[in-house]
């Protein structure tokens, strides 16, 4: 939980806003551009999950429907994943970063971590939602 409240006060400190919004990404070369580029692609993949969600809640919820009460439990269970996947991805982002530990690497390898996890989650989110058959 340390890394979900230190990030917004590490990319506080990057840049100003009004720099943030001048940063091409296609074209980042300095490493403030790319610690920029790298929280704005976290954050898109963050609200893709955040958009799923309610999706894969909804699914959770019809699969526990038609069940007797003694047998429903798939909503907790998704519920249970989620926060048990959260705590994981963000020790294990933390982690990542410790290879530029102190560095102006470190922010930068931590947000990559945090969006290659997070799209991986709504692909997983999504399966539950639309199983291939």
């Given at each position: 939980m340390r890394l979900a409240l230190a990030l917004p006060f590490l990319c506080a400190l990057i840049a100003p806003a009004a720099a943030e919004e001048e940063v091409d990404c296609a074209n980042a070369v300095t490493?403030?551009?790319?610690?920029?580029?790298?929280?704005?692609?976290?954050?898109?993949?963050?609200?893709?999950?955040?958009?799923?969600?309610?999706?894969?809640?909804?699914?959770?919820?019809a699969m526990?429907?038609?069940?007797?009460?003694?047998?429903?439990?798939?909503?907790?269970?998704?519920?249970?994943a989620q926060r048990g996947w959260i705590a994981y991805r963000d020790g294990r982002c933390e982690l990542a970063g410790f290879a530029a530990r102190g560095g102006s690497l470190e922010s930068t390898l931590v947000l990559s971590c945090l969006a290659d996890m997070t799209r991986a989650r709504t692909e997983e989110l999504r399966q539950l939602i639309e199983p291939e058959q």
């Open positions: 490493q403030i551009d790319m610690t920029i580029c790298t929280d704005r692609d976290y954050k898109a993949a963050d609200a893709e999950l955040n958009a799923v969600w309610p999706q894969a809640r909804a699914a959770a919820k526990d429907a038609g069940l007797e009460d003694s047998l429903k439990g798939a909503d907790k269970a998704l519920l249970a």
